[in-house]
């Protein structure tokens, strides 16, 4: 078996989906584990791109079926986390109003972040060593993200909701995910889903076209997209995921974020 072989099966991902079964099975999933945590719904923070706006359509039937099901309120909560402005801050409100979210807040994060980053840069003042002033760009978008997931959770914990990820096999064969910041959550409906066939499930749950087909990012700082940073395009990581042959740069770069990012996927080691 092909290393390319081994990475599709471990990450499960199909050659080709039907959108609608996709959309059954992925919304059952979410049902089942709402029920058997014995949660009140299912929380979703939405970024304005592709990914959440899937998973949030993905939510809030889960939870319109449950609440029809058994007599009582399940709840998807949307959550908007921008640091500052954000840019795209509409498309995350276009998402909200396209799939009905009657509960939603917005939780500015830039406060938190700033001030974690400004502990964190009066330390480098006190090293001896390795003594930089101020921090990178993908070290403070580390903090934001894992800023992000501590509002997620502290949210969840007091309204007993599961906090659900957008992390796919797209990003999961790159780790393009930040460990401990959106890579952890309690359940992930998309995780066996090339990014290309998230768009497919996106346009036929419903997401809006300008969402589906916009550049991805992770917004954690200006001007960042995913394509440029991991220099491949999501279509030749879609293609290397669905089986078929890619150019050999394109393998090489694909199969070594694959090795260099195992202890993203790997369970804590211990001895």
């Not at 909560?77 to 402005?85: A, D, N, S």
């Not at 003042?125 to 934001?144: A, V």
Request: proline share 4%; hydrophobic share 35%; with cysteine.
């Amino acid at each position: 078996m092909s290393l390319q072989q081994q990475i599709i099966a471990e990450l499960g991902v199909q050659p080709t989906i039907d959108p609608e079964a996709e959309i059954r099975k992925r919304v059952d999933f979410l049902k089942q584990y709402v029920l058997a945590a014995g949660a009140n719904g299912l929380l979703i923070a939405i970024s304005g791109g592709v990914d959440s706006a899937v998973a949030t359509g993905l939510c809030k039937r889960a939870t319109d079926e449950l609440t029809e099901e058994n007599g009582k309120e399940f709840i998807t909560l949307g959550v908007f986390q921008p640091y500052g402005e954000q840019s795209d801050i509409e498309h995350s409100y276009a998402t909200a109003k396209a799939f009905g979210l009657t509960h939603t807040v917005e939780t500015n994060i830039q406060d938190a972040v700033d001030h974690v980053a400004s502990t964190v840069e009066k330390s480098f003042e006190k090293l001896d060593i390795n003594n930089p002033k101020k921090m990178t760009d993908k070290g403070k978008g580390n903090i934001k993200a894992r800023t992000r997931m501590v509002v997620q959770y502290a949210l969840s914990f007091e309204m007993n909701l599961i906090v659900v990820g957008t992390d796919h096999a797209s990003e999961a064969i790159t780790g393009f995910y930040t460990k401990w910041g959106d890579g952890a959550v309690d359940i992930t409906p998309l995780s066996t889903l090339n990014k290309r066939q998230v768009r497919q499930v996106a346009a036929a749950i419903g997401v809006p076209d300008e969402i589906v087909t916009k550049a991805p990012t992770a917004g954690l700082w200006v001007g960042q997209t995913d394509e440029t940073e991991l220099g491949i395009t999501y279509d030749e990581n879609s293609d290397y995921l669905e089986g078929k042959e890619v150019s050999p740069n394109v393998q090489s770069l694909l199969e070594n974020f694959y090795k260099r990012t195992a202890h993203k996927r790997n369970p804590i080691p211990g001895i």
